[in-house]
């Protein structure tokens, strides 16, 4: 167990519709990475926030957006869903940098209809 | 997008045998690590290894380093069945852009 929980687990929803998935990163840490990773294909790297503010953006698209909130929990939504949308998402939390160790969670595996 | 470079891309081997992947990048690094995903799960870290360091290892893992050729190797002994699984090498070469630049993966099958 990593420490990193993602909800929910699995999501089927049908094209055009929006979404939110969560992340609470392990206790601590101030980075949350969000990630898209496709069938049996490599991590696409989507979006880091730092204790609240983004950091840096990867290949996000302008359909989906991300926030971290005081809390520390992430929420990254994907709106007007399309059928190449359907993947694995995953979020990943480290102390403070990307030189540091990333725990990913579970995933949340999003499927389009 | 930015992406290291993973070799070989699969590998299947037999339980027992050693398994080794290599994983190249690009520009000046301070530290590499690797990561194993089994299928459909995340990713779980396994080594990290500093510019400074040539060598590391854990339990059956061994990591080499070569910051003059760019590349990294990831050397797995005695296999077993549960090795299987996808291996990530990931670097900080992109520092300044506050992400990790991550290899496409070597999928390691071990065949009893």
């Known amino acids: 167990d990593s420490g990193v929980t993602q909800t929910p687990k699995h999501l089927i929803t049908a094209t055009g519709q929006r979404v939110t998935l969560r992340c609470s990163p392990r206790s601590g840490d101030l980075s949350v990475y969000w990630y898209q990773q496709s069938l049996d294909q490599g991590l696409q790297f989507l979006i880091h926030?730092?204790?609240?503010?983004?950091?840096a953006k990867g290949n996000i698209l302008e359909r989906f957006s991300a926030q971290q909130f005081p809390d520390l929990h992430s929420e990254l939504n994907l709106s007007s869903l399309e059928l190449g949308d359907s993947a694995l998402y995953f979020c990943?939390?480290?102390?403070?940098?990307?030189?540091?160790?990333?725990?990913f969670g579970p995933g949340t595996r999003l499927t389009v209809l | 997008s930015q992406q290291g470079e993973e070799d070989p891309q699969a590998l299947s081997i037999q339980e027992g045998e050693n398994a080794t992947m290599n994983c190249s990048y690009k520009t000046s690094i301070n530290n590499l690590q690797w990561y194993r995903q089994n299928s459909g799960r995340g990713l779980v870290h396994l080594i990290l290894i500093r510019s400074n360091e040539r060598e590391k290892h854990s339990g059956r893992l061994r990591v080499t380093l070569d910051t003059s050729k760019k590349s990294s190797s990831l050397l797995i002994t005695a296999s077993r069945a549960a090795d299987t699984a996808s291996y990530f090498c990931a670097t900080d070469e992109d520092y300044s852009n506050y992400q990790l630049i991550w290899g496409a993966g070597t999928k390691l099958i071990i065949k009893p």
């Open positions: 990943a939390s480290s102390a403070s940098g990307v030189r540091d160790t990333q725990y």
């Open positions: 926030y730092y204790n609240g503010e983004e950091r």
